[in-house]
């Protein structure tokens, strides 16, 4: 078994990148001057909501839905949207394994069971519907697990590193086997094809997110009744009155503050320049890891953000030892998520080992992708 060439890895890695030091992960990029201004109207402004609802705006525009929904978090979304497209407590979840934690924590928040799904990157839709095929069997009210007996009700998609998912084919196989279809595009914002399908969507505002507000999210629909049903959630159920404060459910405080909203707002005035350097970025890595015996770029297709750039090593035992050099080196790279069905409270979980997406994890280092780091 011939090894990864650790050195020459990380000088290949380096020579693409400014020499001061340290280089983080993916370090926010924005304009000082636009972000200073609209916080500092934020401030003075009597309009608690006006940059809450820009900022929808601007992420309705951008995603192409008619309805958005600005949050705390992509967890917080994620969580709204099961809870009002009708996941129940005791319904299954299919989550793809390979994904942030928070995904399956959201299908947990709301009394659901997560059931994890193999795969290298994203969904792969003959295997999705192959193992539909097998586990589960159609009743008059829709889908249960043979083996549990639970109803399966929904599959949430994820586009991992802004790489779209075939969304074609997974609506097709969403509609066969009628379960709600719901788009975890929270590292995808920008992306060709992401964020427009299913019942609703959501995306990430997070500090290492291609648009950041300091910690955010948003959930996007076609379906009014949806985000009517989510915002509701999202407020604590209160009524509308003049002067009244009453509730009318059990619900929670999930939404975006107006100043971290002013803080991503100007933000979408240059991601499409953000996502060209971003793919600049990627191509210089290609160009420099070109010939690099025992390392693969993850190819991103035409239309994807780049959000991180990734390599898998051909041998598992070579992940560490990269990833380590390079934080010698000042490049704080990392590793993909861990599996979730690997970690230890959805441990006994998975129907299957789950090999392709285990596999992929072990060989996977995620360099450095902020677009600043490309001028």
């Not at 409270?345 to 789950?354: A, V």
Request: charged fraction near 20%; aromatic fraction near 6%.
């Amino acid at each position: 078994m011939k090894r990864l060439d650790v050195k020459d890895a990380v000088e290949r890695i380096a020579s693409v990148l400014p020499k001061s030091r340290p280089i983080g992960h993916h370090e926010p990029n924005y304009n000082e001057l636009d972000v200073a201004t609209d916080l500092m109207d934020c401030i003075s402004s009597k309009d608690q909501y006006k940059y809450v609802r820009a900022f929808e705006d601007a992420v309705r525009r951008k995603v192409g839905v008619s309805q958005a929904l600005a949050v705390s978090s992509g967890t917080a979304a994620l969580h709204l949207a099961l809870m009002a497209s009708g996941v129940k407590p005791g319904d299954e979840v299919l989550v793809p394994t390979l994904t942030f934690v928070g995904t399956a924590n959201a299908v947990s928040h709301v009394g659901a069971i997560p059931v994890f799904i193999d795969g290298t990157i994203n969904v792969n839709p003959y295997k999705l519907r192959t193992f539909l095929a097998r586990e589960t069997m159609a009743t008059g009210h829709g889908r249960v697990n043979k083996r549990t007996e639970r109803p399966v009700t929904a599959l949430i998609v994820v586009h991992l590193l802004g790489i779209p998912a075939d969304m074609l084919a997974l609506e097709q196989v969403a509609q066969e086997f009628k379960l709600t279809l719901i788009e975890d595009a929270a590292e995808a914002l920008g992306s060709k094809g992401c964020g427009a399908s299913g019942a609703a969507s959501i995306f990430s505002f997070n500090n290492n997110k291609i648009i950041t507000t300091n910690g955010g999210g948003v959930l996007a629909t076609n379906d009014e009744y949806l985000l009517a049903k989510a915002h509701q959630l999202a407020t604590t159920a209160r009524i509308s009155d003049k002067w009244l404060i009453e509730h009318d459910v059990i619900a929670w405080n999930y939404r975006m503050p107006n100043i971290c909203a002013a803080m991503g707002l100007s933000q979408f005035n240059y991601l499409d320049e953000t996502i060209r350097r971003k793919a600049k970025l990627a191509a210089l890595y290609g160009s420099a890891l070109n010939g690099c015996k025992g390392l693969e770029m993850i190819e991103a297709p035409e239309g994807a953000n780049h959000w991180l750039t990734a390599v898998l090593c051909e041998y598992a035992v070579d992940r560490d030892p990269l990833l380590k050099e390079l934080h010698t080196q000042g490049l704080q790279a990392r590793a993909i998520f861990t599996p979730l069905h690997l970690l230890p409270m959805y441990k006994g979980n998975p129907r299957d080992s789950l090999q392709y997406a285990v596999h992929t994890a072990e060989r996977m280092v995620c360099l450095p992708s902020g677009p600043g780091l490309v001028e």
